[in-house]
């Protein structure tokens, strides 16, 4: 837990870092100030910047990756018109598995609109059971 509030820290000291270069940055130059060639502490900057940029981003990134992974597939069962589907859910409908790709509105059956499902896997024909018990 440790770890990671010193690396939020970390990463929110390096995001002003970053705002604070890319502000002297922004300012502006004469043309005989952008003439000469950059110090390699502006240089140092620069990549400073963009790496800090792209660690707050990356950051972001992960967060959004493990909560998508932590939630897996959500299996509903058999596709029911009156119930309502949101983007992720999978639903078995006519001896296939359809994944919802955006909320669909009740009654739009996996097949009908590939705006809304998506085919995962294709089943055989429904399977005809034959009666048990006893025959008179």
Same mark, same amino acid.
């Given at each position: 837990?440790?770890?990671?509030?010193?690396?939020?820290?970390? /990463?929110?000291?390096?995001?002003? !870092?970053?705002?604070?270069? *890319?502000?002297?940055?922004?300012?502006?130059?004469?043309?005989?100030?952008?003439? !000469?060639?950059?110090? *390699?502490?502006?240089?140092?900057? /620069?990549?400073?910047?963009?790496?800090?940029?792209? +660690?707050?981003?990356?950051?972001?990134?992960?967060? !959004?990756?493990?909560?998508?992974?932590?939630?897996?597939?959500?299996?509903?069962?058999?596709?029911? !018109? +009156?119930?309502?589907?949101?983007?992720?859910?999978?639903?078995?409908?006519?001896?296939?598995?359809?994944? +919802?790709?955006?909320?669909?509105?009740?009654?739009?059956?996996?097949? *009908?609109?590939?705006?809304?499902?998506?085919?995962?896997?294709?089943?055989?024909?429904?399977?005809?059971?034959?009666?048990?018990?006893?025959?008179?």
């Amino acid at each position: 837990m440790t770890e990671k509030k010193d690396e939020d820290q970390e /990463l929110a000291v390096i995001a002003a !870092r970053t705002a604070e270069i *890319r502000a002297g940055l922004d300012a502006a130059y004469s043309k005989e100030e952008l003439r !000469r060639p950059l110090s *390699r502490r502006i240089v140092h900057m /620069l990549v400073a910047a963009t790496t800090a940029a792209t +660690a707050v981003k990356l950051k972001t990134l992960s967060a !959004r990756v493990e909560a998508l992974e932590e939630g897996g597939i959500k299996y509903l069962g058999n596709f029911q !018109r +009156a119930a309502a589907y949101a983007k992720g859910d999978t639903v078995t409908h006519s001896g296939s598995l359809w994944v +919802a790709l955006r909320a669909v509105p009740t009654g739009t059956a996996p097949g *009908r609109d590939p705006a809304y499902w998506q085919l995962a896997s294709k089943g055989d024909k429904p399977v005809k059971r034959a009666p048990t018990g006893p025959t008179a």
